[in-house]
């Protein structure tokens, strides 16, 4: 509420809303970030309440923007067609990871080999889907463990009751802080990634800068932005995510060829483009 108050006693000239919070400043330009367009385009997977706010409130906020970004040239097209709005679109970064996974198991009590997925657990991220193939992957790989990374946000209480008491080796842990998640990710086999839908999809890039292949879902952005590395695709269905990590878990990768391809994408890369979109604002 005290966003307008402060941007006019600091006379900024641009305004950055890197995520979208509700407000918006007044009497001045402004930038938006747009991740995605999932709740225009699949809003049954969200709250109710939520969804209908962001359908009604959000496109006016981005109509009103002197700039417009988006994080994929899917998020760009799906703009355009939900919004009627041209963006400019900006990837996003991860750093290079060289942490050590001590940290990790340490913390967790994990021990032997693990696959990580990571993200918030909510219907599009298709969670449900990957613990329904979780038991025919453990027949193949018995030792394994499925650690699953990330807050709870919203979806069926049986997603929940299934995170938290399906037997044979999954680990939900919940939201971790930076260091240990980056320590996760250093010491998985395999990075499982099922999204429906994504605007980026960042664990894929997090997982590549960590030297570890990824198995991504189908969501069109992840192909776009990953489809050349992966070491699979999978569908929707909890066959199809078997199928995927089975394959994925028989290939060998070198991990310095995935950390060239995750350096690609660096944090002055995406701050050079965002400073470039900016200047839409004054033209």
Known sequence: MGLRRVLRKQHF???????FAGGVPGGMPYAVTVHDMAFMAEPRWFPFLK????????????????????????????????????????????????????????????????ILSTSTIEPRKNIDALLEAWPQIRQVHPKMTLVVAGRWGWGKRKTKKALLNTPGGVRWIGSVREQLLSSAFSGAELLVYPSLYEGFGLPPLESAASGVPFVTGPAKTLQEVY?????????????????????????????EDLR?????????????NTFQAYGEAFQ
């Open 13 to 19: 000239d641009l305004a950055h809303l890197p995520a």
């Open 51 to 114: 969804s209908l706010y962001y359908r009604l409130h959000f496109p006016k906020v981005a109509a009103g923007a002197s700039v417009v970004i988006a994080d994929s040239d899917f998020t760009v097209s799906e703009i355009k067609k939900y919004m009627g709005l041209s963006s400019t679109r900006v990837y996003l970064s991860a750093p290079e990871n060289t942490a050590s996974d001590a940290m990790f198991r340490k913390a967790f009590g994990i021990a032997g080999d693990y």
């Open 227 to 255: 489809g050349a590395v992966a070491a699979a695709i999978s569908g929707r269905t909890s066959q199809s995510i078997v199928e995927a990590v089975l394959n994925a878990l028989e290939k060998k990768y070198n991990p």
């Open 260 to 272: 060239q391809f995750a350096g690609r994408f660096t944090c002055r890369g995406m701050a050079e």
